[in-house]
């Protein structure tokens, strides 16, 4: 029940842009599933910094929020255990395609988008990208391996926003964000004063 109220608090405080989506109430529905890891690898605290990096790069390279915010929900959802699982993508990808139109609406076009992004995200490299959006899901994700002791490459990113962050060290920048501490013009302060 901690873990619970901890995510949907820092989900809460994330919501910074109008979204017909009710977030709050998908990620009631998705941490309930009884299938789903209880585990600080791979659980719902991993996925509220996944959407808390995402909504970080989004407001600075315009990729897609939405599927940025139900990527972070659905990529581990289905996640069997913190080891080897290498279809736990395309289950997750299943997964939010389950609640489509139920849950939740998206058009065809970002549908197409998070279910990439979610069935791919453990199997492709940064190169494949050929989609902000989906390049932004997959850096959220990897800017969180630290978690586990690793510090992405900047080869692993594909976002010049997530390489910066590696390049300089600029982790806080994240923290600060989950803080709610920078709004929308602080960042693009900050990145007009640092890469212009
Ligand atoms: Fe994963
Ligand atoms: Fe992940």
Known sequence: MVLVGL??????ALHMKYSKINFNNLWKIVISNPNRINSHIHGPKHWSRVERNGLYICQLNDADEDVIRLFAIFHDSMRLNDGRDAE??????????????????????????????????????????????????WDADRLDLRRVGIKPSEKMLYSREAKFIVRENKWGELTKFGNRIVNNESIMEFWKKLIG
Request: proline share 0%.
């Open 88 to 137: 736990h993508g395309v289950r997750g990808a299943e997964y939010a395609k389950s609640l489509l139109n139920k849950e939740y609406e998206l058009s065809e076009e970002k549908f197409e988008l998070l279910y990439y992004a979610c069935q791919y995200h453990n199997k492709r490299v940064v190169e494949t990208v050929k989609d902000k959006t989906i390049g932004t899901c």
């Open 7 to 12: 995510s949907l608090k820092l989900h809460t």
